[in-house]
Structure formats: C-alpha cells, structure tokens
C-alpha cells in the first residue's frame, strides 16, 4: 500500500503530540525487570537440557553452558548505565516486554500485526494517534528516555534473534567444512552470544506481568478489587524464587524434549516464527489474571506469608515453559540452517588460490 505524504506528516508529528499535548502514552515503569539473574539463568539451562543429541555438542561443554547461562543477565546489565540512547534501545529495555493489551486499544488485531518491526512501529503510532482516549498522557518528566510511547517489542526482537541465530549456524556449517580452527572456534563463540542474550528475551516474557499493561499492580478499572501494590512485579520476578531457593535441579525431571517449530510459508506472508512467538506471548498473557488471583488470595507468600503450593507451581510452570520455548527455537534455527554458499564459494577459493580470508557478504 502506497503511503501519502500527509500520513508520513502525521506519522513523524506523533512524538511531538504525545509528548506536548499528551494524547498517548503508556505508563511504563523503566526499572522493571522479568526474573532475577537465577530466574533466567534457569530458563537457559531448561533450554539447554531440552536439545536433543543432533543438537552441536559444543553448547554442553562446561565453559560453553556457563557461557550460555551468564549471558541470560547481559540485557538487564545494559540497563544499569546513564545512557539514554541505549535506554532506548530493543535491547536495554523496550525489547524485555510486549504489553499486548495496547495493539487492540490502538486499533490494530494480533492476528494481522506485521512481522516487520518498522512496518508494525509506522501502524502503532498512527493507531495511537487515531484512539488518543484510549491511552493516558505521557509525562515528559518522566519519559527522558522517550520510551513511554510504545508497547514494547519483545515478539519481533526475539524473531530477529532467531534470523541471527539462523545465520550463525548457516556460516558455522562451512566453517567447520572449510575453515581454519580459529574460524570456527570464533563462530561457535558468536553463537553461544546469540543464544544466551536471546534466552533472556525468551524468558522475559515467559513472565506474565512482561506481557501486560498490568505489569506492577492492576491499572485503570478494577472492578475484582485486583492488588495496585508497585511490588509486585519484582516479587514475582525474584522474591518468591529468593524465598523457597528455586534452582534447576529441582525443575531438571520436569524438562520436555525440544521440538522444532514450524516455518512453513503463510497465506498473509507473514514470518512464521513470529507468529509463534505472539502465540506464545499470548499464552503467558493468559496467566496475567490467575497471577493476580493468587495475589489476592494471599497464596505468593509476602511478608510472613508461606509460598503457597500453587504459586511455586506457577512460577515453576512458566520457567519451564520459558525454557521449553527458548530450546524450540535454538532446534529450529538449527534445523533450517542452510549452508552459506557465498562464503563456501569463497573458502573454496581462498584453498585453491592461496586467496586472502573471504569478505563476509556478497556486494549487490
């Protein structure tokens, strides 16, 4: 579809709208985090004893797992810096949720939403613009990061993690047929990043309250009488794990085969990892409500509280979901990496020519 002119107009005044006259905005807390460090080391871990024997073996070596596990943190340490360019970012804090309740209040269908981060980000904003009411004012105090316009983006950050991850495997293939041992070892080290910082967008999200505008205490109508309390989030993220010493062992029996998903092509040409993946948010978002039920019941254990039997059981569900999750999708990248023919044709080269180490792309 062919974009006027004048809709490019309205596109580029909306942060000026929101910002100046506060007809949108979502009031985001930017010091959220899904999971404590332990929390998403524990989805990585999941991940990692759900891959099956096919699966490289490198990723099990001890220094490698530990590598995988450490790097589950590294997205939140982003955070700990003064940077408001990089506060920004996808991956200092707009990529570690996705409320989903804003598509719908912003007039767009979950079910159509563009796999194309910009694509998705051009439509978001014209939809706030276009249902101002629904959305509360912005305060610009507090949006010096320029965040607080978005509903976050978790399901195309974690889709362009698996592109990378695709893309590490594909050239990990030719070097290891071709390449000199540093080649490889240097590419088995790209994807062991990938495969860590991505599980803990993964795992984010596998925390319901990444998945909702009710992220730390019920907002706007509450008519169940819902908790509001602003520890909320953290608590979940931490303090029940904190409180009953949750580790992987005690999840280890619990862990379920990795299964590759589907990348068939769709009608609508939409990404089918992407659609999985707002499958999958979608189904954390589910358990938005439950969550807050075992709130008001008095079963999360705050306080002098005992951690219910229920609650441990959630929070033990959906870390294993996280990690059954993040395993799916290491299999899948794997499974349809396809050999890098522009580098093989290179290395090939470089072996029988005596050729200085290949570029990494073809030029258009």
């Known amino acids: 579809m062919k974009t006027s002119p004048a809709f490019l107009s309205m596109i ?8 100046f006259t506060g007809v949108a905005g979502c009031v985001l807390l930017p010091d959220l985090r899904a999971w404590d460090y332990e929390g998403h080391r524990m989805v990585n871990q999941i991940a990692l004893a759900s891959l099956p024997a096919d699966f490289p ?13 450490f790097l589950s943190g590294e997205p939140d340490r982003w955070r700990n810096v003064p940077d408001l360019v990089l ?5 200092s804090w707009t990529d570690h949720f996705c409320d989903m309740e804003y598509i719908p209040e912003a007039g767009l269908d979950w079910a159509t939403v563009p796999s194309f981060r910009y694509d998705f980000i051009v439509q978001f904003a014209a939809g706030r613009a276009a249902h101002a009411r629904n959305f509360a004012p912005i305060d610009p105090a ?17 889709a362009e993690y698996f592109g990378k991850l695709r893309s590490g495997f594909s050239y990990l293939k030719v070097f290891e047929e071709l390449g000199t041992a540093d080649e490889i070892a240097n590419a088995r080290s790209n994807l062991l990043y990938v495969m860590g910082v991505m599980g803990h967008y993964v795992g984010d999200c596998a ?8 992220h730390n205490g019920w907002v706007g109508d509450n008519p169940k009488g819902y908790t509001i309390w602003a520890g909320l989030h953290s608590w979940i993220d931490g303090g029940i794990t904190g409180k009953t010493g949750l580790r992987f062992p005690q999840l280890a029996a619990r862990v379920t085969a990795a299964q590759p998903i ?3 092509n769709r009608a609508d040409a939409r990404d089918p990892m992407f659609v999985a993946l707002v499958e999958y948010l ?11 039920v075992l709130e008001k019941d008095g079963k999360l254990g705050q306080g002098d509280q005992p951690v219910s039997d229920e609650a441990r ?10 990690g059954r999750m993040l395993g799916d999708i290491w299999l899948t990248a794997y499974r349809h990496a396809v050999a890098d023919n522009y580098l093989r044709a290179a290395l090939i080269r470089r072996q029988t020519a005596g050729a200085p180490v290949p570029p990494t792309k073809a030029v258009p």
Not at 57 to 69: C, K, L
Not at 142 to 158: L, M, S
Not at 207 to 214: A, Y
Not at 282 to 292: D, K, S, T
Request: aromatic fraction near 10%; include cysteine; proline fraction near 5%.
């Open 12 to 19: 580029i005044s909306f942060r000026c709208l929101a910002l």
């Open 57 to 69: 073996r490198f990723v099990h070596d001890g220094v490698q797992a530990e590598r995988i596990m």
């Open 87 to 91: 506060k920004q970012s996808g991956g």
């Open 142 to 158: 507090k949006n010096a990061d320029h965040t607080r316009e978005w509903p976050g983006f978790a399901p195309w950050a974690i």
């Open 207 to 214: 925390q319901p309250l990444h998945t909702t505008k009710h």
């Open 262 to 264: 589907a990348l068939g």
């Open 282 to 292: 979608l189904r954390q978002h589910r358990q938005v409500e439950p969550l807050y």
């Open 313 to 322: 059981v959630f929070i033990e569900t959906r870390l294993l979901e996280g």
